[in-house]
């Protein structure tokens, strides 16, 4: 299988003020940037990154991708594929 070679560098312009006094859900732990590749994203993310890149699809997962911020709409699908015996 291939092998986990990423690291992620905090960066540190997100653990000072103004940044923490504006994104406050990342005032703790501020964001981190994946190398290689420079993508940034939340410090939470390199917890689980390893786990995420080792993951292994079943052929009967189903993937829905949506844009960023539309968790309500997924629920809303979610709750009403299952309330109507859909699947």
Aim: overall charge neutral; charged content about 20%; some cysteine.
């Amino acid at each position: 299988g291939l092998q986990f070679e990423y690291e992620f560098q905090p960066v540190p312009e997100t653990l000072t003020s103004p940044y923490t006094d504006l994104f406050l859900g990342y005032a703790d732990e501020g964001l981190v940037k994946c190398h290689p590749g420079g993508t940034v994203m939340s410090a939470a993310y390199k917890k689980g990154a390893e786990k995420v890149f080792n993951f292994k699809p079943r052929k009967e997962d189903t993937w829905i991708v949506t844009f960023p911020k539309c968790g309500k709409y997924i629920y809303v699908l979610n709750f009403s594929i299952f309330q109507n015996g859909i699947l």
